[in-house]
């Protein structure tokens, strides 16, 4: 059988390892430039390698081996992960085409459309501008209204899309298209809720003090009452992350080369990104994407960041997140099998991503890379770990939104998802839905249409990443100075020799239990929403 199987795993990865790399090359270009040429071309190749994918004959012939019967550990890995792809591909090459050509629709308007905002066609980046600075709670409205237009051109597709995900997860024997990927992404539902339960119970005391006070500084600023506060109010347009606190972060940015900043500081960790940073996109451009992501092209060095940098905090955390992404595909072990060159699971990426993602936030981060005097960076220090408390508070509560909306949206795609939305940002974010409002402003947020049920992972990252902090902080960099988080090449080592090398050979849970000694732990993250030194 062991032989039967790797005559099958050679044929499989040289007919996919060419197609895969040359549809991330087709996908990078359409989102760095807005090509029609490239969307068409991506999508037509992703829709091929899809195809291979959902062959019933291959899915029958894996099934056929039982995975037991593999001595070596790695074949019996790649047996597993096959599986569950082909599993999870089990449909008709007309089905594949129609929801390809529907995600490449959706993800053009969402790349390309411009709000209307008082007469002009503006960027998402204007939009949060106006969010970030205006004291015009008129202005402000107009333009958080103008960040949810998007919603109103893509809400139907995103519902027919849906439709057609679900009925070919119930094919398959899955209640619906939500349960069919958390069960193939190797997660249990019945746990992850309860933990999301958990969370949302042991947030709630820190959340209630911070809104409290959050809402007092806004009302003061706005000149109106606290019940009259709307999500406009709260500079980002989804409150996914907090407004600045007592010390606003972003003067310190002004002027600066935050991707100068951002090699710096991973050189000095240890993981050097300039192979990354030379094949990168970091710019604002006409056409293209105004996100932000990283994409391994080939599996072989080739990985890529796109970002719209300006000098500003929100950029900076973008721009240290993505390259953390970047550094854990760059950095696996290359002798793996191809299929196993990837993180051991999205989660585990997001975990490294978020891990960084918080560095702009740490006082010795800010005098180091910065180059803010020490005085000033005493200054900002303990209102820069408040800023990251929040952080961490308020995202909880906004994937709590997320989550529950996309499983209840998958369980009835027909039902009135506008109101749906509402009821879970009052009930998990305590904020006032706007008077009459009636728009589908979930579709506003691209991952509900083109990054299905995945907004788990970024929590459950968010929770490994604070339990990698601690290992850090106890273990590899115990007894170093304070500043060693974000200066030891120690970092780089323990996360390059333990975490991203083994790639996708373990289960995620085991690669964690690896490398930090235990399963994945939410006490660390909810004891670091309020540490003396969350980072």
Request: with cysteine.
């Given at each position: 059988m062991?032989?039967?199987?790797?005559?099958?795993?050679?044929?499989?990865?040289?007919?996919?390892?060419?197609?895969?790399?040359?549809?991330?090359?087709?996908?990078?270009?359409?989102n760095v430039t807005g090509s029609e040429e490239a969307f068409e071309r991506g999508a037509a190749l992703q829709a091929q390698l899809m195809k291979i994918y959902a062959r019933e004959d291959e899915y029958r012939l894996l099934q056929s081996i039982p995975n037991e019967s593999l001595s070596d550990p790695l074949l019996r890995r790649q047996h597993k992960l096959l599986l569950d792809e082909y599993r999870g591909h089990q449909m008709s090459e007309k089905t594949i085409d129609e929801i390809v050509q529907r995600e490449k629709e959706i993800e053009k308007e969402y790349n390309t459309y411009r709000a209307l905002f008082r007469g002009e066609r503006v960027s998402d980046n204007t939009l949060r501008d106006v969010l970030q600075k205006s004291n015009d709670s008129d202005e402000r409205r107009e333009a958080w209204e103008a960040s949810k237009q998007i919603g109103e051109r893509v809400a139907d597709a995103v519902r027919e899309l849906v439709h057609i995900r679900n009925r070919e997860a119930r094919r398959l024997g899955f209640r619906d298209y939500y349960a069919m990927q958390l069960e193939l992404q190797e997660l249990d539902e019945g746990r992850l809720f309860a933990l999301l339960e958990e969370l949302h119970r042991l947030s709630n005391e820190p959340f209630r003090r911070y809104k409290q006070k959050l809402d007092e500084r806004l009302a003061q600023r706005f000149g109106v009452a606290v019940e009259d506060l709307r999500p406009w109010h709260y500079t980002d347009p989804f409150f996914q992350?907090?407004?600045?606190?007592?010390?606003?972060?972003?003067?310190?940015?002004?002027?600066?080369?935050?991707?100068?900043?951002?090699?710096?500081?991973?050189?000095?960790?240890?993981?050097?990104?300039?192979?990354?940073?030379?094949?990168?996109?970091?710019?604002?451009?006409?056409?293209?994407?105004?996100?932000?992501?990283?994409?391994?092209?080939?599996?072989?060095?080739?990985?890529?960041?796109?970002?719209?940098?300006?000098?500003?905090?929100?950029?900076?955390?973008?721009?240290?997140?993505e390259l953390g992404h970047a550094v854990y595909d760059y950095y696996i072990d290359r002798s793996l099998p191809y299929l196993l060159r990837t993180p051991a699971h999205t989660l585990s990426t997001e975990a490294i991503a978020m891990l960084f993602g918080r560095m702009h936030r740490n006082a010795e981060w800010l005098k180091r890379y910065v180059g803010i005097p020490d005085e000033q960076a005493q200054n900002v220090a303990r209102p820069a770990i408040e800023e990251m408390q929040a952080q961490l508070i308020v995202f909880t509560r906004w994937v709590l939104v997320m989550t529950h909306f996309e499983r209840a949206m998958y369980a009835d795609p027909d039902g009135d998802l506008n109101s749906l939305w509402w009821q879970l940002v009052e009930k998990y974010q305590w904020l006032h839905k706007p008077e009459g409002r009636n728009a589908p402003d979930w579709a506003a947020k691209i991952h509900i249409a083109l990054a299905p049920v995945y907004y788990q992972n970024y929590i459950l990252g968010e929770m490994e990443a604070s339990q990698l902090v601690h290992v850090l902080r106890n273990q590899v960099l115990a007894g170093e100075p304070k500043h060693?988080?974000?200066?030891?090449?120690?970092?780089?080592?323990?996360?390059?020799?333990k975490v991203f090398s083994t790639g996708a050979s373990l289960p995620w849970e085991e690669a964690l239990e690896s490398a930090t000694g235990e399963r994945l732990n939410p006490a660390y993250f909810v004891a670091q929403m309020e540490a003396e030194e969350p980072i």
């Open positions: 062991q032989d039967y199987f790797q005559e099958f795993l050679e044929k499989h990865v040289n007919e996919v390892r060419p197609l895969a790399r040359e549809t991330a090359l087709a996908w990078w270009e359409a992350s907090p407004p600045p606190g007592e010390v606003d972060l972003n003067p310190l940015f002004e002027g600066k080369d935050i991707e100068a900043i951002s090699r710096a500081f991973y050189a000095s960790v240890g993981l050097p990104v300039e192979p990354i940073l030379e094949r990168s996109d970091l710019y604002e451009k006409e056409g293209k994407s105004q996100h932000a992501f990283c994409v391994d092209i080939d599996r072989e060095g080739d990985v890529r960041v796109l970002c719209n940098l300006r000098p500003s905090e929100r950029w900076m955390g973008t721009m240290l997140h060693a988080l974000v200066s030891s090449p120690k970092v780089g080592t323990f996360l390059k020799q």
